[in-house]
């Protein structure tokens, strides 16, 4: 079966300081992946997603970028954290795009 | 620009009473509609998924239907129970990009 994680689970930073974030995939195969965000109070929001390895888009433009160095590794990284980065980051997969989406335990991350 | 929104953002019930959630979309050009469970501090976890084509899907207690030319989704849960407490999402599927809505969180009371 497949199965997503996420390291760390829990994480606090300075602001300013750099972030990676990782996600990998097990019992699948060329995954579809993405990132998302869950702020305080409000709904998810796409950061990234990914069809293969070393294709990226971006849906939000901000400090955060993404990179798919292998099929079923999926990092989010920012060289400099914003306090506005702080939030819920959770990663997700799915086999063809208009296939339900299986979530990771997702990563919380405070900036201070 | 997909805009989902779920109605109530809190519900609270009492042990065996039904559950309806209110979910609405505003591109009524969606591949499915999906419906997501989150608990506390955790991630997601697929309940449902009705494909654009549809009007229900049923498993277990749980039955959502789709009215996609309204732009609705209402998702059913019987003979509610003290575990159902949780946050419970809507999402529409449009090309590749899932939207969600807020969420509605639910407490069962025993």
């Known amino acids: 079966s497949q199965t997503i994680h996420q390291w760390p689970a829990t994480l606090v930073q300075p602001v300013g300081s750099p972030l990676s974030l990782e996600c990998t995939v097990e019992?699948?195969?060329?995954?579809?992946l993405y990132w998302y965000r869950q702020a305080a109070g409000r709904g998810l929001q796409l950061l990234f997603y990914?069809?293969?390895?070393?294709?990226i888009s971006s849906e939000v433009p901000q400090n955060l970028s993404a990179s798919r160095p292998q099929d079923r590794q999926f990092i989010l990284s920012s060289k400099k954290l914003l306090l506005s980065d702080s939030g819920f980051y959770l990663c997700a997969w799915s086999g063809q795009v208009q296939e339900t989406q299986y979530f990771g335990p997702g990563t919380r991350l405070l900036v201070l | 620009k997909q805009e989902v929104t779920q109605i109530p953002a809190a519900l609270s019930v009492p042990e065996g009473e039904n559950l309806v959630l209110n979910c609405s979309f505003t591109?009524?050009?969606?591949?499915?509609l999906q419906w997501f469970r989150q608990d506390p501090g955790k991630g997601l976890t697929s309940l449902l998924l009705i494909q654009s084509s549809q009007r229900e899907q049923t498993s277990g207690r749980l039955n959502a239907s789709l009215d996609k030319s309204s732009g609705r989704s209402t998702l059913y849960i019987a003979a509610s129970q003290p575990g159902d407490s949780a946050t419970y999402l809507c999402a529409a599927l449009n090309d590749y990009k899932l939207s969600f809505g807020a969420g509605t969180t639910v407490t069962v009371r025993a």
């Open positions: 990914s069809v293969g390895i070393g294709q």
């Open positions: 591109d009524s050009a969606i591949y499915n």
């Open positions: 019992g699948t195969s060329n995954p579809n």
